[in-house]
């Protein structure tokens, strides 16, 4: 990974459930735009960043738009591109499996949803089966919260009851 000072970075949470971080680039110490990198992050703390191995990182120039500017009617608009992760964790005990899906996108915060998983005393046990449903469950609960949230920013912006086709 290189940095300049200047770019913007984001660090996704160590665990599914915390805050993802995110600050300024202030200083490179490695050769060549290499870590370590000096952070001024958002709440005001500066420390020194060694991105390890499994560190969830993206940099972004300091004049980089989180969110696309608004077009205006019958005029063209500019590409946009984002990166959002939707990190899984699942748990099992004994014949019940929870999974916690979580999306890491932009500065509106983490958005997360939960599912579960039974096995019945019929089935033969077989971990990874409950956490593909429990795993499954959660990804929906995702979408459906997303859907909601949409919705519910559409009626905002047009004062209009709104209902998106979930296809």
Do not use: C
């Not at 001024?40 to 993206?58: F, I, K």
């Not at 899984?88 to 999974?99: M, V």
């Amino acid at each position: 990974m290189r940095a300049n000072p200047g770019d913007r970075i984001i660090l996704a949470a160590d665990k599914v459930d915390h805050q993802t971080r995110e600050g300024i680039i202030r200083e490179v110490r490695g050769p060549d735009g290499q870590p370590p990198f000096v952070v001024e992050w958002s709440n005001g703390h500066t420390g020194l960043l060694y991105p390890g191995p499994g560190a969830v990182l993206r940099i972004t120039g300091p004049d980089e738009e989180e969110s696309p500017t608004p077009a205006t009617p019958g005029s063209a608009s500019a590409a946009t591109h984002r990166e959002w992760l939707v990190r899984l964790s699942i748990t099992t005990e004994g014949d019940e499996t929870s999974a916690t899906a979580v999306l890491v996108g932009d500065a509106t915060g983490p958005v997360s949803a939960s599912g579960d998983s039974h096995r019945s005393e019929r089935d033969e046990p077989e971990p990874a089966i409950g956490a593909e449903v429990a795993a499954a469950r959660a990804l929906r609960h995702l979408a459906a919260r997303l859907m909601a949230e949409a919705e519910t920013e559409i009626a905002h912006r047009t004062g209009q009851d709104v209902h998106i086709r979930r296809d």
